[in-house]
């Protein structure tokens, strides 16, 4: 039995990433589903190289059922949106800045602090930064709770760097 995953902010580039690196992995999900505005509603966006998923309006999405939300729509939306999918029973991982600073959510950079991930019981959600790397491989000296690296010129993205694939999930 696998998880219903939800990717909010989907027709975005984070929310395509999320959706690649899913597929890629061969995360265990029995259903995914692209949510994003109004103005997405129908769009198909690609799951991986064989899936097509069509787009889902969120303010009108149900959530209950779905295990795991990823977020990324901007702030504003996911401070509307978050505590939505986290009352309805699902975990939320939100990459925006609006919970970075909540006291109640906790703030989780996996190689750093995994263990902080057990407070997210609180709220439901739990706020993961939008850390920068360096080219040369060497990390960005980032203040995590404002998405703030010390160098933006020289870094891009952690998303594009590729890490290997976690225990029980597979890269094929």
């Known amino acids: ?4 995953v939800a990717v909010v902010g ?3 580039n984070v929310g395509r990433e999320m959706l690649q690196i899913l597929a890629e992995r061969n ?4 259903d995914v589903v692209a949510l994003a505005s109004a103005r997405s509603v129908g769009k198909q966006i690609s799951f991986g190289d064989k899936s097509i998923l069509k787009v889902q309006d969120l303010a009108k999405f149900d ?3 779905i295990d795991i939300v990823l977020s990324s729509p901007g702030a504003k939306v996911s401070a509307e949106h978050s505590p939505r999918a986290a009352k309805a029973g699902a975990v939320v991982i939100d990459n925006t800045s609006y919970w970075r600073m909540d006291p109640d959510v906790p703030l989780v950079v996996p190689e750093v602090n995994a263990k ?3 407070g997210y019981k609180g709220r439901g959600i739990i706020a ?7 080219p040369d491989g060497g990390g960005a000296e980032a203040d995590p709770r404002r998405g703030a690296a010390s160098s ?3 870094c891009r993205p952690i998303s594009r760097r590729r890490a290997p694939a976690r225990k029980g999930w597979t890269s094929s």
Do not use: V
Request: negative net charge; glycine residues 12%; without cysteine.
């Open 27 to 30: 995360f265990p999900a029995d």
């Open 116 to 118: 902080a991930i057990a």
């Open 10 to 12: 989907a027709t975005g």
């Open 1 to 4: 039995m696998g998880y219903r």
């Open 152 to 154: 933006a010129s020289s």
């Open 128 to 134: 993961n930064p939008e850390l920068l790397d360096h």
């Open 63 to 65: 959530f209950k059922g």
